[in-house]
């Protein structure tokens, strides 16, 4: 629905200096391209710039093979990192989740609304059967991966063969109360988006909101980010919080909680499906959506 | 889940004067009753008393009826308007809804997971089919009443009649696309909760976030009211706003605008089916939620 | 402190078409120009072009006169309303207050710890004696001119000949209770910004708070707009809000109000010194302020 | 401004039982008392019961002596640990700072305007000279306790001589850049309230802005909290947060983050003096302000 358009987001990293935004631009203007956002940020402690470039397809003729080939001779006399993204490609998403279905349901409604830019929620993986029957409702296949009975290692290699089977491209553990081991990380080699629910870096690791409780916090918050070796510290997404008060039980933290985590998990999410994130220097530049 | 508990919410309003929370707590005390939570207010204009006494029923043997007989008693001596909820009784709740799925989406998952206090979405309605299948994926019973080819009262009787047939206790207009007629209302004789695409009392009435967006305001929200006769006017129950951008599009605008429309009707419906909310002149006293 | 340095921003705004980031960046970028911060947006209704460019000026020898002139043949050939700010210019700004002191000491705060970018408040103007030492404390100048036994129109007329003597380039509303001529909007000729206390547009006009309790809103705001000749409407630079209660009553809803006025007037105030604003067609693009 | 009225405040403490309300209310009611607010909250791990009571005593002839005395009665039935706090009673303030002029400026313009209950601010002390001017600017007497050239406890002893010889009952550190001993905290033997600019737990200690853009979170924050000998780990009284993005530089997260720490110790300070709060397990009970 949001962009089914025929658009093309180019991200773009390299060290700063003058000209770049000059050549860019001007290298899609020569082929006849409407540049519809563009959108840069140079990093003031490395002196690295980002740019991020949407470019109308239908505007110009040049096909998508010459026009990538064409666009690494200006890239790399920058030094230019870079990826082209076509924003008509359905991205295939899975989600892993355990017992609590609020975010899971949360991505199949809006999934089912058409509300997720050009992706498709190809399967739900789970180390628990209790969300078969959300998956269902939604008809979308449901795996149990549980690890009783097997080794940890065995589950997640039988988890990574479920994400190379069904050719995912984005895997997003929405509550999936398990840690990934870097070894996973590395098979699966494919970004991971993971809902904590503390306002990161306060409460990483378990138990966020019996935490917040006793440290007597008055707001509670949940943050995504995407997954590295080390738990919970990957580069932040986004995150947002909520007013409490000392009346909030832990319950009620968790269920206030529970509201924030869905709508901060969908909108990394989001952002990370319209091709607005760079990820550098364990930090994200997320780009605004436009329009 | 959350209040299946057996307590009894006690919602009383009375001319200001001394002794209320004396007599009323005293009351209590005598028969044995452990109060969870009480809270009071007096508005300062009026001189009007309000008060929520949150009772614990399973800590003293006195039976409903009789506590109620009881109650009245000291009630009359304060000349109190007031009304006594049964936590462990269930709220049959009607969803009416037209074409937008996300509001209807979001308080089924919440029914759903037991999010809602003892209540039952016991049917949804709506004038146009397009959401009979999202209904069906719940299991909960959809009926088309539509309006083409009828007169308005018309359909609005035969909405009334399943009202009544369904014993719904609570009605929730979950961007249902009709003005409900005063005639409506009356025979309806329940109490319906509205969710309004708009800060109100900003851009009432239609096409709000177009009209957002033609002012150029840098928020935008929701608001969740009792429906009265009169079109938005209605006694406020909940409000939220996020802000946006001059980038955002009517269509940016109308996209953030549904996450705050959904978590604006969940809190309002919940603070309805928790028993918190006295109406008085056009202004919601809510109470807080305690535990 | 925060833009002393030797910077220009350019606003443009011009109907839009291919190549216009093109042909600016290349300008800049052939004249050895640095550009610092870039930043786009096209209105999707009447596909007009804006964008700010913030140019390093150490970075390259052309003089600020010839920059112009030069800048201006390109502007010419794309049709370009523009115009170019330099940033350690020093901003001659006039506070305009009545009796209620939150906005003046909050500005007159900022400006002494230089939290107000290149800008000066020159003066106080108000239409009553009560916050002469308020400016005082601060050395700066204070005039009171009073409507009492004048008319209204001379009164403005005084206003004005102060804004000229002292070469006032942005006057702002501090709460100032005085509705403002069409004549005297001419008269004075610079942009003038006022805070309106309530969340435009609802509340326009007298007595927001009391109309805001009165109408039982869970949140109150406030709005900072640039003035035009219909009360309340002009377009909106910022605006905020806070959550409040039934318990709140009108005095305190001011009170809460009073933090929320002072901090959207401090960030419009902000962003039109920094030059990050552009008017269109009552909407205002407010670009980010980058680092 | 806001509280001269003649009340009193008593906060109360005590193991859950029943009949607590019923007995207090009765208590007040017995002497001809108004009630003017009364708020109670149930610790539910520790089964411990809180209440705040305000009376107006101007409703009732009973000296306060004698109040004191009858109602010290009733709380040994209880085993109470109860204060009573006269609103009338102006509370004497000292700000302690260093170098940073914004949290002072805030809460001496708010003082100069009457909006702080019934305090005065006292006497301003700092470890260095630079903020004397702002102090003489409110006609605060200013003391400079500088730490080089003489030992910390020296200059903490110092300190302490001023608090007791100003009778002060409040200390608030408005950005005084040292930690305060064990000892002081003892020699002090007033509440002290810190604003430490993060979102605690995240970011204890020192350079949080700093710490918070290598992290890359997307919102900063800031936290009022009682004193403790431990650092950054006292009871909580108030936080908020701002959103910020990948291009606020540290500086400008410091620039944001000022302003959140202003509104945040005000609204510390503010609650405080209102009598509102009250610390149990390094957890504070923060009541409603009420009207």
Redesign the interface.
């Known amino acids: 629905m949001?962009k089914s358009k025929n658009n093309a987001a180019f991200l773009i990293s390299c060290p700063d200096r003058?000209?770049i935004?000059?050549a860019t631009?001007?290298f899609?203007?020569e082929r006849?391209?409407?540049?519809?956002?563009?959108?840069?940020?140079?990093d003031?402690r490395e002196g690295r710039f980002f740019m991020r470039v949407l470019v109308d397809l239908d505007?110009a003729p040049t096909a998508r093979v010459q026009l990538l080939e064409e666009f690494s001779t200006v890239a790399s006399g920058f030094g230019m990192q870079w990826s082209a993204h076509f924003c008509s490609d359905v991205t295939r998403v899975a989600v892993l989740c355990t017992r609590e279905?609020?975010c899971l349901?949360?991505l199949l409604?809006r999934a089912?609304?058409k509300?997720l830019s050009s992706a498709e929620i190809a399967l739900v993986i789970s180390n628990r059967p209790d969300l078969e029957a959300t998956a269902n409702?939604?008809r979308v296949p449901f795996f149990c991966c549980s690890i009783d009975g097997s080794q940890r290692r065995n589950q997640e290699r039988k988890v990574v063969r479920l994400l190379k089977q069904h050719h995912i491209q984005l895997a997003v553990l929405a509550r999936y109360m398990q840690i990934l081991s870097s070894d996973m990380l590395d098979e699966a080699g494919i970004p991971i988006i993971n809902i904590h629910h503390a306002?990161?870096?306060?409460?990483q690791g378990a138990a966020p909101y019996r935490r917040a409780w006793?440290?007597?916090?008055?707001?509670i918050?949940a943050t995504a980010h995407y997954v590295t070796p080390v738990l919970d510290e990957g580069?932040?997404?986004?995150?947002?919080?909520e007013?409490v008060?000392?009346?909030?039980?832990i319950?009620?933290l968790s269920?206030t909680g529970?509201?924030i985590e869905r709508?901060v998990l969908?909108r990394a999410v989001q952002a990370h499906l319209e091709h607005r994130v760079i990820i550098h220097a364990?930090?994200?530049?997320?780009f605004?959506?436009?329009?």
Chains 1, 2, 3, 4 share one sequence.
């Open positions: 949001l003058k000209g935004i000059a631009s001007t899609f203007f006849g391209f409407n540049i519809i956002h563009c959108q840069q940020y140079t003031p505007s279905p609020h349901f949360d409604c089912h609304s509300e409702q939604f306002f990161l870096p306060a409460f006793e440290r007597g916090v008055k707001m918050g580069p932040i997404i986004e995150q947002d919080v007013r008060t000392h009346e909030d039980s319950d009620a269920r529970s509201d709508r969908a364990n930090r994200t530049i997320v605004s959506p436009g329009l």
